[in-house]
């Protein structure tokens, strides 16, 4: 692209290495391995793969550059498919932002029961299936906050967004935190030869889902919250300037 002239914003670029480079680490890396062992480690895991991967690579804007990767001859079909009716259709109705928070409120839920979540560890097929799941709703969630905000996501609706998120997050963190059993039994086996029983294992990634993650999401609901105060003075400045205006003509205006 830089060499047939376009310009290319390097924060991108950034953003879309260290965003590759965080799947790297979570999914190419002892991480995965280790997270089959401990609890705590499989939920670090996943948080890498929602708050650290998906909205580095939201920020990227990484599709026009996905486009110039497709072949010549395939770039202007892939390109009428983006803008068909039905594609159109379909990707509003996903990246709305009640669908997206669904969506991903949904994959945090779902894929924590107990029957599932132990699935995952017991079938590779399975185990890919739930983490897909968790980086595409991610994907959306923080592209409807990105990109949205201004439109169907004002700052008040995105600050509601957000704040639920943080809500239902470290409700599900709280409840591994303080459950008295432990919910996933495999750990049971494999837990104690880092030295941790099962339950302290549970208790401990409990505590990562509910206040890393609880507080980063609770930091971007305060920057938001501070934006639409910013919003809302300058325009009861905008206003009152043309009221300013207004009274100085003789309502002339």
């Not at 294992?201 to 639409?228: E, K, N, S, V």
């Amino acid at each position: 692209m830089r060499r047939r002239g376009t310009h290319v914003n390097v924060a991108y670029v950034l953003c879309f290495a260290a965003g590759w480079t965080s799947l790297l680490l979570a999914l190419d890396s002892p991480m995965h391995g280790i997270s089959e062992q401990l609890f705590w480690v499989h939920m670090t895991q996943h948080e890498v793969l929602m708050l650290i991967s998906a909205p580095l690579l939201v920020l990227s804007r990484p599709l026009v550059p996905f486009l110039w990767a497709v072949p010549t001859h395939a770039r202007e079909h892939v390109a009428s498919i983006g803008k068909s009716r039905v594609f159109a259709s379909m990707w509003q109705t996903l990246s709305a932002p009640f669908s997206s928070w669904l969506l991903s409120a949904a994959a945090l839920w779902v894929w924590h029961a107990p029957r599932l979540f132990t699935a995952t560890l017991e079938n590779d097929g399975i185990h890919a299936a739930q983490h897909i799941s968790f980086l595409g709703t991610s994907l959306l969630f923080w592209w409807a906050l990105f990109n949205q905000h201004g439109g169907r996501l004002g700052y008040g609706a995105a600050i509601v967004y957000v704040f639920t998120t943080a809500i239902h997050t470290s409700v599900l963190g709280a409840l591994l935190t303080f459950a008295p059993t432990v919910w996933y039994r495999p750990y049971l086996t494999t837990a104690p030869a880092w030295h941790l029983t099962a339950l302290e294992d549970q208790q401990i990634g409990g505590l990562i889902m509910w206040i890393p993650a609880g507080t980063l999401l609770t930091i971007i609901g305060l920057i938001l919250f501070i934006r639409l105060l910013g919003e809302s003075q300058r325009r009861w400045e905008y206003t009152r300037t043309a009221t300013l205006i207004r009274t100085s003509t003789g309502g002339a205006l």
